[in-house]
Each structure stands twice: as structure tokens, then as C-alpha cells.
């Protein structure tokens, strides 16, 4: 049963690791990284309980069916916020701390496990409700959203640390950003389980685009900036 679970976890796991191939973070930190989104997802948990405390967590689904605005507020002033900044959190209070985080790919590298630890825990929680179709499909797509998602804050946030620059303003911008987003996304598909598919679609291949794009620039970046600090075997031999 918790296969549609653990087989996307190692897919994604190793493709990341691939990813960062050039100089790849630590296994150990990397699985931290990923309990540490586990964490997340009890820490957003908590949240959603706290706001239910207060009566302010809504039930999405009834929503849906009762009003449209009302939908649109919660999933992007509640869901997109509260399950963003539980990722955000560790990553700032723990892997900015890491001596390994040394490159701007980096960013989005750890924030990806961190989503993928919460995506985890996310979808183990969700199978007491699910087909095993059902499971299976969500064992894929939710670590894909998740990821993007925290990849815009890590990526940000990722730079702004190695360039030695203040991060607030990027966390701030980055967190703002990829919490619309899921929000956004969320609506979508909660309003629209079915018709939605095609614009929901759109917008994840948009962000995977990106994505995918500016972590191939990155890479080379950081060859280049490799090979650039090797001295050359000619000036070897000329100093010789």
C-alpha cells in the first residue's frame, strides 16, 4: 500500500541527486533535508488546527460548491500560504546553516527534498482515502507540485545566500510568489476537478520549464566557474 509513496520519493530523490551532479550535496544532509520536510508537513498541520481553533479554516470542497470568491480567498490567503511557509521555515532556521550549501543550485536542490518530505508525509496521510489508482497518482503529482512550488523561494533564497547578499527581501518575494501560486493552482483544481486539468496543466509544464531551464544554466555555470579556477597545465609548465 505505500508503494505509490515510497517509488516517487526514490525517483525523485535520485533525479535531484543527478541534478546536482557537479558537486552534489551529502546523502545524509539530503535525507535531513528530507525528514526535515516531514516536519513541515506536522508543522502545517498545526497550523491548519490553529486557524481551526480560531474558525477560520474552511472546509475547500464545500467551498467550491458554495462560492467562488470565497474558495479563491481560503486557497490563496490560507492553503498556498500555510503549506509554503511550513517548507520555508526549516529551510531558513536549518539548511541556510549547512557549510555544503555553497552554490546557487543548491537552493533549489534543498528545498526540493524538503518538499519531497512533505509531499511524502502529505500522501501516506491520504491513503486511507484513495483507490490505488488514485494513490498512484497522487504519489506522482504531488511531489511535482510541491517541489515546484518551494523551488521559487529556494531558488531565490539559494542565490541571495551564496552571493553573501541579505536574504529577507528574497524569502519575502519568494515566499509571496510561490504561495499565490500553489494558491492559484489549488482553486483551479478545487473548482474544477476535471475541466481544470488543461489550465492546471499549463501552468505546473510553465514552472517546470522554467525550472528545468534555469537549473541547467546553473550547472553550467558552476563547471565553467570549476574549470576556470583549475590552473592550466601550460601555466604549470611556464611557471616551471
Same mark, same amino acid.
Given at each position: 500500500?505505500?508503494?505509490?509513496?515510497?517509488?516517487?520519493?526514490?525517483?525523485?530523490?535520485?533525479?535531484?541527486?543527478?541534478?546536482?551532479?557537479?558537486?552534489?550535496?551529502?546523502?545524509?544532509?539530503?535525507?535531513?533535508?528530507?525528514?526535515?520536510?516531514?516536519?513541515?508537513?506536522?508543522?502545517?498541520?498545526?497550523?491548519?488546527?490553529?486557524?481551526?481553533?480560531?474558525?477560520?479554516?474552511?472546509?475547500?470542497?464545500?467551498?467550491?460548491?458554495?462560492?467562488?470568491?470565497?474558495?479563491?480567498?481560503?486557497?490563496?490567503?490560507?492553503?498556498?500560504?500555510?503549506?509554503?511557509? +511550513?517548507?520555508?521555515?526549516?529551510?531558513?532556521?536549518?539548511?541556510?546553516?549547512?557549510?555544503?550549501?555553497?552554490?546557487?543550485?543548491?537552493?533549489?536542490?534543498?528545498?526540493?527534498?524538503?518538499?519531497?518530505?512533505?509531499?511524502?508525509?502529505?500522501?501516506?496521510?491520504?491513503?486511507?482515502?484513495? #483507490?490505488?489508482?488514485?494513490?498512484?497518482?497522487?504519489?506522482?503529482?504531488?511531489?511535482?507540485?510541491?517541489?515546484?512550488?518551494?523551488?521559487?523561494?529556494?531558488? %531565490?533564497?539559494?542565490?541571495?545566500?551564496?552571493?553573501?547578499?541579505?536574504?529577507?527581501?528574497?524569502?519575502?518575494?519568494?515566499?509571496?510568489?510561490?504561495?499565490?501560486?500553489?494558491?492559484?493552482?489549488?482553486?483551479?483544481?478545487?473548482?474544477?476537478?476535471?475541466?481544470?486539468?488543461?489550465?492546471?496543466?499549463?501552468?505546473?509544464?510553465?514552472? %517546470?520549464?522554467?525550472?528545468?531551464?534555469?537549473?541547467?544554466?546553473?550547472?553550467?555555470?558552476?563547471?565553467?566557474?570549476?574549470?576556470?579556477?583549475?590552473?592550466?597545465? #601550460?601555466?604549470? +609548465?611556464?611557471?616551471?
Amino acid at each position: 500500500m505505500l508503494l505509490p509513496v515510497f517509488v516517487p520519493v526514490v525517483f525523485w530523490a535520485i533525479y535531484h541527486y543527478h541534478k546536482d551532479r557537479h558537486l552534489p550535496e551529502p546523502p545524509l544532509l539530503l535525507l535531513v533535508t528530507f525528514l526535515l520536510g516531514i516536519g513541515a508537513s506536522w508543522l502545517s498541520r498545526g497550523m491548519y488546527l490553529s486557524l481551526d481553533a480560531v474558525g477560520l479554516r474552511f472546509d475547500a470542497v464545500a467551498l467550491a460548491n458554495e462560492s467562488v470568491l470565497g474558495l479563491l480567498a481560503y486557497a490563496v490567503l490560507v492553503i498556498g500560504p500555510v503549506e509554503e511557509l +511550513s517548507k520555508l521555515l526549516p529551510f531558513l532556521l536549518i539548511v541556510l546553516r549547512f557549510r555544503e550549501f555553497d552554490e546557487p543550485l543548491d537552493g533549489m536542490i534543498y528545498a526540493s527534498f524538503i518538499a519531497l518530505g512533505y509531499a511524502a508525509a502529505e500522501n501516506v496521510y491520504y491513503l486511507q482515502f484513495l #483507490t490505488p489508482v488514485e494513490a498512484l497518482g497522487r504519489g506522482f503529482a504531488g511531489p511535482v507540485l510541491h517541489i515546484l512550488f518551494a523551488s521559487i523561494w529556494g531558488h %531565490w533564497i539559494g542565490m541571495a545566500h551564496v552571493e553573501g547578499r541579505s536574504i529577507t527581501n528574497c524569502a519575502i518575494k519568494g515566499f509571496a510568489t510561490a504561495a499565490v501560486l500553489h494558491g492559484i493552482y489549488d482553486f483551479i483544481v478545487l473548482l474544477e476537478p476535471i475541466g481544470a486539468l488543461p489550465v492546471a496543466g499549463l501552468m505546473i509544464v510553465s514552472i %517546470w520549464v522554467w525550472r528545468l531551464k534555469l537549473m541547467h544554466v546553473m550547472h553550467l555555470d558552476a563547471v565553467a566557474a570549476n574549470e576556470s579556477a583549475q590552473p592550466s597545465t #601550460t601555466d604549470d +609548465s611556464e611557471s616551471r
